[in-house]
């Protein structure tokens, strides 16, 4: 399984966009770049996904480059309740496969 | 959109004893569900792969006649920990797939006295 590489941590102040890096240098061509969050003692939070092109939702937007080596997700206009820990994780192709977590990106949002 | 919801949330349990956690699709049909483990400061391991009718698949490492997962119903798997030790001690979480993306449950935590 193609494997991400994020930074342990990061932060924002309040009401700035967040923009999560995330590496994924090994992704097949068919395989999907999703997003979860997790705010502590819950489970993950589905935030947004994508293949080629970039996609934007009520949530966030999420930029894939061309190579699809990489991608961004940005959260336009952070808020408190957006501090939680992001995962970016590359989904094997398949209806059902598995999602293999890494460790994530620790994001705080600061007032 | 679609909720898997899991139960219980919080469970304490004496050490030997056995626990069974409950994982359930509300409104769609879920012929796979996932099962992970997440101690505290860590990322989310998974641990088996629980298949609707059929043996559910297990990770490496993951002893399965510790850990039963039965799915027995489109809307229902359930994992039972048997003989928990306070090293079982974890958040427990569940997982299913609707039409898109995976839902996750609340998870459980479970602590083993």
């Known amino acids: 399984d193609a494997k991400t590489t994020q930074p342990p941590s990061m932060d924002c102040a309040e009401g700035r966009a967040a923009n999560l890096p995330c590496n994924h240098s090994?992704?097949?061509?068919?395989?999907?770049v999703y997003w979860y969050r997790q705010i502590h003692s819950q489970g993950p939070q589905y935030i947004i996904h994508?293949?080629?092109n970039n996609e934007t939702n009520e949530m966030a937007s999420l930029i894939i480059t061309e190579d699809r080596k990489s991608s961004t997700l940005i959260l336009p206009h952070a808020t408190l309740r957006d501090t939680a820990v992001y995962y970016c994780?590359?989904?094997?192709?398949?209806?059902?496969?598995?999602?293999?977590f890494g460790k994530g990106i620790t994001l705080s949002v600061r007032p | 959109g679609a909720v898997v919801s899991q139960h219980p949330s919080r469970v304490i349990c004496k050490s030997g004893t056995s626990v069974k956690i409950e994982c359930r699709s509300l409104?769609?049909?879920?012929?796979?569900m996932f099962w992970y483990r997440q101690f505290p400061k860590k990322s989310l391991m998974l641990m088996a792969t629980?298949?609707?009718?059929?043996?559910?698949?297990?990770e490496q490492g993951v002893e399965k006649d510790k850990f039963l997962i039965n799915h027995a119903s489109l809307t229902l798997s359930t994992l039972t920990v048997t003989s928990a030790h306070p090293e079982d001690s974890s958040f427990y979480i569940c997982?299913?797939?609707?039409?898109?993306?995976?839902?996750f449950g609340s998870g459980t935590r479970l602590t083993v006295v």
């Open positions: 997982s299913a797939v609707p039409n898109y993306g995976y839902t």
């Open positions: 090994t992704i097949s061509g068919n395989e999907y």
């Open positions: 994508g293949l080629k």
């Open positions: 994780i590359v989904k094997p192709s398949g209806a059902n496969s598995k999602l293999t």
């Open positions: 409104d769609f049909q879920a012929t796979t």
């Open positions: 629980s298949n609707e009718g059929s043996k559910a698949t297990y």
